[in-house]
């Protein structure tokens, strides 16, 4: 049980254009989503996180109008990063949470390459 | 600030050791703790989950350990193989439906 997916795992798109992915919590229901950001080498970066039905709550230092997040289904949320660029290539996570114990259950992540 | 540090960044072990990964959080009023592993290019597997009242957790041949005092905790694996190669991450979450915040990880490698 509590399995997570992501769609694309993979996308490489040209500068400029815009792409969405999708985290999808398989058997359970996620009162909680969380988007993170890993460059290389390094731990997972928090960008947002999004209630079901409810605007998203970003990080410091990310732009809301720039990674859009849509939550709405309690087994459905998106991420369209808008405009991208070369500097948005990175491995995008998404986790989804259930009420109690609240923990959280990490999808396979999204490569994206901006050329 | 919250801050959760895991020590060493990397090990390297040979096959069949008994291994513990240290993790270290600065505010001890956390609600939960979670071991993580990572392999490359590859989304995270929730190991363990400790909450705040226990002092350990109990999976196959892991163990993890908590210790709110010192602020510490350990993941403990037994008789490691090549197959437990990966990045273990910890984080801490302090309150119920909470963010995680993580530690750099340990890139741990099992030589057979």
């Known amino acids: 049980g509590a399995v997570v997916s992501q769609h694309p795992s993979r996308v490489i798109c040209k500068s400029g254009t815009s792409v969405k992915i999708e985290c999808r919590s398989l058997d359970f229901q996620a009162t909680t989503m969380f988007w993170y950001r890993q460059f290389p080498k390094q731990s997972l970066m928090l960008m947002a996180t999004?209630?079901?039905?409810?605007?998203?709550?970003?990080e410091q230092g990310v732009e809301k109008d720039k990674f859009l997040i849509n939550h709405a289904s309690l087994t459905l949320s998106t991420l369209t990063v808008t405009s991208a660029h070369p500097e948005d290539s990175s491995f995008y996570i998404c986790?989804?949470?259930?009420?109690?114990?609240?923990?959280?259950?990490f999808g396979p992540g999204t490569r994206l390459t901006v050329t | 600030k919250q801050e959760v540090t895991q020590i060493p960044a990397a090990l390297s072990v040979p096959e069949g050791e008994n291994l513990v990964l240290n993790c270290s959080f600065t505010?001890?009023?956390?609600?939960?703790l979670q071991w993580f592993r990572q392999d490359p290019g590859k989304g995270l597997t929730s190991l363990l989950l400790?909450?705040?009242?226990?002092r350990e957790q109990t999976s196959g041949r892991l163990n993890a350990s908590l210790d709110k005092s010192s602020g510490r905790s350990t993941l403990y694996i037994a008789a490691s193989q090549p197959g437990d190669s990966a990045t273990y991450l910890c984080a801490s979450r302090y309150n119920q439906g909470g963010k995680l915040i993580f530690g750099q990880g340990t890139e741990l490698s099992v030589k057979p």
């Open positions: 999004s209630n079901e039905g409810s605007k998203a709550t970003y």
């Open positions: 986790s989804a949470q259930e009420g109690g114990p609240y923990e959280q259950y």
């Open positions: 505010d001890s009023a956390i609600y939960n």
């Open positions: 400790i909450q705040s009242s226990q």
